[in-house]
Nanobody, 123 residues
């Protein structure tokens, strides 16, 4: 089992920044590819970004390229999502996830999920 706990969400004005963190415990963190997804109300969970086990490869959905950066610190068992130039349409609950398939954009490929952290961007 892997337990994931997100933090860092909040309310920010458009154009502002937030950094989300996801702390992992349980099995060896570096064995897992990590990702961030987001979800708005009853809509389907949407892929945001992913990072390989070593951190050498990163993947982004088009709408966040150039604004968001995913990174990880395997010594601290933590993955981060730095979000800059935030827009109202980035408002969502953000989830981190762990899986064995590096770079996947499918939520079904991830075995472990955090509880989510709310990000609200005001216009």
């Amino acid at each position: 089992q892997v337990q994931l706990v997100e933090s860092g969400g909040g309310l920010v004005q458009a154009g502002g920044s937030l950094r989300l963190s996801c702390a992992a415990s349980g099995r060896t963190f570096s064995n897992y590819a990590m990702s961030w997804f987001r979800q708005v109300l009853e809509k389907e969970r949407e892929f945001v970004a992913a990072i390989s086990r070593s951190g050498g490869f990163t993947y982004y959905t088009d709408s966040v390229k150039g604004r968001f950066t995913i990174s990880r610190d395997n010594a601290k068992n933590t993955v981060y999502l730095q979000m800059n130039s935030l827009k109202p349409e980035d408002t969502a609950v953000y989830y981190c996830a762990a899986g064995v398939r590096s770079g996947s954009r499918r939520s079904d490929d991830y075995d472990y999920w955090g509880q989510g952290t709310q990000v609200t961007v005001s216009s």
